[in-house]
């Protein structure tokens, strides 16, 4: 069974550093790509961007080139969404999600990320 | 990239069904047989129920249709179900440089 754990809820200041992670088990992790969607407090789903584990090419939103950073570790299956200085309008739930094709057949639980002073 | 459009809420009486459109451009939807839909619970994750337009992935039940024509996709939900009141998201591929475009959401009521 195909399963994404994604670390837990984290609240920051603004202007602070940040690394979530969602770790990947029950399949090959690098024969599927991992993306994250943004879903903001009471609103719609945003894609963000994907990376491809086999050879780490990454792809991004153009909402969001630039804002972030996707990485992943595919010794421990494992891929991460980074911030170098979140803003209060990056507070939102995070979800990572994995698929073989155009569709996001799996989904994590979900990082609620909090930014506030 | 513009979302695609969805309206934004819908409603019907159990039994019955209803219809949620989502309209993009010939950008992403009307190029690529690459529509999905998911269904999302109140705080919960998203569920992927109908991917590339028309395919339901399995254990999904046979309820949930997709379809498209031109710039246009649409989710048909038959025999309404009280756990069917959700919101439902459409999301289609775009093409390399923007990879992939949701629409804006639709919240499903069963009255």
């Known amino acids: 069974e195909v399963q994404l754990v994604q670390s837990g809820a984290e609240v920051k200041k603004p202007g602070e550093s940040l690394k979530i992670s969602c770790k990947g088990s029950g399949y090959s992790f690098t024969s599927y790509w991992i993306g994250w969607v943004r879903q903001m407090p009471g609103k719609g789903l945003e894609w963000m961007g994907i990376?491809?584990?086999?050879?780490?090419?990454?792809r991004y939103s153009p909402s969001f080139q630039g804002q972030v950073t996707i990485s992943a570790d595919k010794s421990i299956s494992t891929a991460y969404l980074q911030w170098s200085s979140l803003k209060a309008s990056d507070t939102a739930m995070y979800y990572c999600v994995s698929g073989v094709g155009a569709s996001f057949d799996y989904w994590g639980q979900g990082t609620l990320v909090t930014v506030s002073s | 990239q513009s979302a695609l459009t969805q309206p934004a809420s819908v409603s019907g009486s159990p039994g019955q069904s209803i219809t949620i459109s989502c309209t993009g451009t010939s950008s992403d939807v009307g190029s690529y047989n690459l529509v999905s839909w998911y269904q999302q619970h109140p705080g919960k994750a998203p569920k992927l129920m109908i991917y590339?337009?028309?395919k339901r992935p399995s254990g999904v039940s046979n309820r949930f249709s997709g379809s498209k024509s031109g710039n246009t996709a649409s989710l048909t939900i038959s025999g309404l179900q009280a756990e069917d009141e959700a919101d439902y998201y459409c999301?289609?591929?775009?093409?390399?440089?923007?990879?992939?475009?949701f629409g804006g959401g639709t919240k499903l009521t069963v009255l």
């Open positions: 990376i491809y584990p086999g050879d780490s090419d990454t």
């Open positions: 590339e337009v028309s």
């Open positions: 999301c289609s591929y775009a093409g390399s440089s923007t990879s992939w475009v």
